[in-house]
T-cell receptor
Framework: GAVVSQHPSRVICKSGTSVKIECRSL??????MFWYRQFPKQSLMLMATSNEGSKATYEQGVEKDKFLINHASLTLSTLTVTSAHPEDSSFYIC?????????????FGPGTRLTVL | GNSVTQMEGPVTLSEEAFLTINCTYT??????LFWYVQYPGEGLQLLLKATKADDKGSNKGFEATYRKETTSFHLEKGSVQVSDSAVYFC?????????????FGTGTRLKVLA
């Protein structure tokens, strides 16, 4: 079964509103989670690394004031897209590495499709 | 810098054909290498991995060998099925700036026809 969940799976919002996406590790603790953005027919682009108990680390070119990340607990990270605009429409995916497994394995959430009207 | 390059798709094959999806990488240090698969409407799933040079990862009939000399991790399967139709991502994992990061290729869409 799924070990990383995301909620919601799909959201449609009006331009200017904020949207919160949750990412949960279901049966393991994750001190680190990753947030990606996937454009159609393109790769996953790492947006930021969410760190439990400290600030998120953002990749170059990602606006941290626009994409707020909070790693509230060892099983929950949230991504809030603030003042969303149509260009923010995308597929957002989170992942949590389970380093306790040999070589480390990263488990992905099913993704959240955001459509901003 | 660190990067992953995959062959462009889509790749269209008939059932039972041989599959190769090329993947090469550049990385500082010694990365772990992965293939992930994304079936239609689903999230990414780990297909196979290799953590050091000459390791061979295998799963569900798919194989890939970590070739340090050619910096490659090509995915192969001897006989594809319609159910293998999906997008395949090559990825590397590196330790940088005090944390692990995963870098993905652009993905290769595979379409298998009955």
């Amino acid at each position: 079964g799924a070990v990383v969940s995301q909620h919601p799976s799909r959201v449609i919002c009006k331009s200017g509103t904020s949207v919160k996406i949750e990412c949960r590790s279901l049966d393991f603790q994750a001190t680190t989670m990753f947030w990606y953005r996937q454009f159609p027919k393109q790769s996953l682009m790492l947006m930021a690394t969410s760190n439990e108990g400290s600030k998120a680390t953002y990749e170059q070119g990602v606006e941290k004031d626009k994409f707020l990340i909070n790693h509230a607990s060892l099983t929950l990270s949230t991504l809030t897209v603030t003042s969303a605009h149509p260009e923010d429409s995308s597929f957002y995916i989170c992942s949590a590495p389970r380093e306790s497994l040999a070589g480390g394995v990263q488990f992905f959430g099913p993704g959240t499709r955001l459509t901003v009207l | 810098g660190n990067s992953v390059t995959q062959m462009e798709g889509p790749v269209t094959l008939s059932e039972e054909a041989f599959l190769t999806i090329n993947c090469t990488y550049t990385a500082t240090g010694y990365p772990s290498l992965f293939w992930y698969v994304q079936y239609p409407g689903e999230g990414l799933q780990l297909l196979l991995k290799a953590t050091k040079a000459d390791d061979k990862g295998s799963n569900k009939g798919f194989e890939a060998t970590y070739r340090k000399e050619t910096t490659s991790f090509h995915l192969e399967k001897g006989s594809v099925q319609v159910s293998d139709s999906a997008v395949y991502f090559c990825a590397l994992k590196i330790f940088t700036s005090g944390t692990y990061k995963y870098i993905f290729g652009t993905g290769t869409r595979l379409k298998v026809l009955a």
